[in-house]
């Protein structure tokens, strides 16, 4: 298997910055910014050898509609851009991105530093339309006081549910990754009795254990992403984290990496749009999603060949 990017398959880390950038029009795709590209985990990883203890980790991911100006025609079998659901009732906005910076570690300034120099970097080429900093909440908690990211795989099934594999073995050890940044209505979803809260999520709010088919209403934010195919679970990996400030715009960065874009694409279609049963995540009347953007991660031996 080739060696996937740093920012994929490791737990949660205390901080993490998220970074969309769009290529700025007229600007070509040259030597230089290939090398600046392919160096970009190199460059992760030297910062994790200055400062051991920081585990700063990374990947950068390319969107579909900037692959063939750096890779030319080929390209993984399922790239596409962010889905556009049919029927959608709660917003799922795309936005206009091409590039995927996500670092993450034990110290924020770090993060910056490099971030910073990154964008500064690669100016010539990349605009940032968004950029977010994220925090671990308490014991891995999003911002409404639930756990992020109960049902993620553990161990070797990290790899299998977030690596590209022999299926699609040019891009093996890569990754789809989705972004989206929801903003949290927290006055609004505060004011729900802890019983309905967890009605709404589907898990309980102290404890995070799932509610029995009897109390958990197929409205409910776990019932809407749980969906079987073939007897099996679809599952994603998830490195979602919280961000924002005291009396400002405050709720989570949504990430997550999978061997295919279907699953997400599937689990947001279910949260959104109620052509399936009628029904749409209750969830979603406490928060709305203001960004989305789709990219594959490469493997690192692929994202070095850019700059041979």
């Not at 989705?178 to 009605?199: C, F, G, S």
């Not at 019932?223 to 195919?229: F, K, L, N, W």
């Amino acid at each position: 298997m080739p060696t996937p990017q740093s920012g994929i398959l490791p737990a949660s880390s205390a901080h993490a910055l998220f970074v969309l950038l769009r290529r700025r029009l007229g600007r070509r795709v040259d030597a230089t910014l290939r090398a600046m590209l392919a160096a970009i985990p190199d460059r992760i990883d030297q910062v994790a050898l200055e400062a051991p203890e920081t585990l700063t980790l990374g990947s950068v991911g390319i969107g579909a509609n900037a692959w063939g100006d750096l890779f030319g025609d080929a390209r993984p079998q399922a790239l596409r851009g962010f889905p556009r659901i049919p029927g959608a009732i709660h917003p799922a906005p795309s936005t206009d991105a091409d590039l995927l910076l996500h670092l993450r570690g034990e110290r924020c300034d770090l993060l910056y530093e490099l971030g910073e120099r990154l964008v500064a970097d690669l100016a010539e080429w990349f605009d940032p339309v968004e950029t977010t900093a994220c925090f671990r909440y308490r014991d891995g908690r999003d911002l409404t006081g639930f756990v992020e990211g109960t049902e993620n795989p553990q161990g070797d099934e990290r790899v299998a549910v977030a690596l590209v594999g022999q299926e699609d073995a040019d891009w093996a050890g890569g990754s789809y990754a989705h972004v989206q940044r929801y903003v949290h209505r927290m006055n609004e979803w505060q004011k729900l009795p802890v019983k309905q809260q967890e009605a709404v999520i589907g898990r309980t709010k102290d404890t995070d254990e799932e509610l029995s088919d009897d109390d958990k209403p197929l409205t409910a934010h776990v019932r809407r992403v749980e969906i079987e195919q073939d007897g099996e679970e679809l599952e994603i990996l998830r490195q979602s984290m919280p961000y924002g400030m005291p009396g400002g715009e405050k709720g989570l960065l949504f990430a997550s990496y999978c061997r295919t874009p279907v699953n997400f694409e599937k689990m947001l279609a279910r949260m959104v749009s109620p052509t399936a049963d009628g029904r749409v995540d209750h969830l979603l009347n406490y928060t709305r999603a203001v960004s989305g953007a789709a990219f594959f991660v490469p493997s690192r031996e692929v994202l070095a060949s850019l700059s041979s």
